[in-house]
């Protein structure tokens, strides 16, 4: 019993390490990327040209970001590992029972990103969209291991992929929008997606070890991960609402 702790604890210490070294390794590359000039090839450029302007590593939107968007993979990861295995032990599904929930919630993030995702941007904003998006997802995500009766666990996983689908897509607009050059723009979301890729490989192990650990419980076992990880999701579904509105461009003067 012991040796087999002690092996999940290494298991779990040396994917973090390594999800930590992707992350960090994503990160750099992408800022040496875009602090390397630009090259220009033939003749010099015009040395009357004002010199470009320098913009900070992060600014203060994409620290308000980067953690919703570890939460839209954490949650997308775990509802395909540790949700296969949930519904498969606790609800009795099959693998063509999992199969057609997957594809009918991967219909339902479709149609939420092309009918759904433009009316509520246009109507609440791209900031309040994606709080909604990380709400409705984290609460939703919590609540499908919690109620396990049909018709409302396949409701909930359907309105938690919904919700991942608002949250994901304007995580991503947001962080182009707070970016002030396309060179800072490819950084930042070239660091959004080291963070994700990072989330995704030490997710699986704690979402399954969550899982092992709670199949005693008395009360909803099975349902710690899907609870941890959704309320994880309610708090970042706050942080959107703190980022700055976007200020119209500037009128520029006009030669003569």
């Known amino acids: 019993v012991y040796l087999a702790c002690i ?64 939460a839209c ?41 092309l009918l759904l995702l433009p009316r509520l941007s246009a109507r609440l904003g791209e900031r309040l969209c994606c709080s909604l998006g990380c709400a409705s997802m984290g609460l939703c995500f919590g609540l499908c291991a919690l109620l396990r009766r049909q018709p409302a666990h396949a409701l909930l996983y359907l309105l938690y992929r919904a919700g991942l689908a608002l949250a994901d897509t304007t995580t991503s607009a947001l962080i182009v929008k707070a970016s002030e050059t396309p060179a800072s723009r490819a950084r930042n979301l070239a660091l959004s997606q080291s963070v994700q890729a990072g989330t995704r490989i030490f997710s699986p192990v704690l979402s399954f070890y969550l899982y092992e650990r709670s199949l005693t419980f008395s009360r909803a076992p099975g349902a710690l991960p899907f609870v941890l990880a959704g309320s994880l999701a309610l708090a970042a579904s706050t942080l959107p609402l703190f980022l700055p509105l976007q200020r119209p461009p500037k009128p520029t003067a006009k030669a003569g």
């Open 7 to 70: 092996s999940r604890v290494l298991t779990f210490a040396s994917t973090a390490a390594l999800a930590f070294v992707a992350s960090a390794l994503g990160a750099l590359f992408a800022a040496s990327a875009a602090k390397q000039p630009a090259r220009h090839e033939g003749a010099a450029a015009d040395a009357s040209a004002p010199p470009a302007a320098h913009y900070p590593m992060m600014t203060r939107s994409q620290y308000l970001l980067l953690p919703v968007s570890a």
């Open 73 to 113: 993979s954490w949650l997308v990861t775990q509802g395909i590992s540790t949700y296969t295995l949930f519904s498969s032990t606790f609800l009795g599904f099959s693998q063509a029972n999992i199969g057609s929930l997957f594809s009918m919630g991967a219909l339902v993030g479709v149609a939420t990103q």
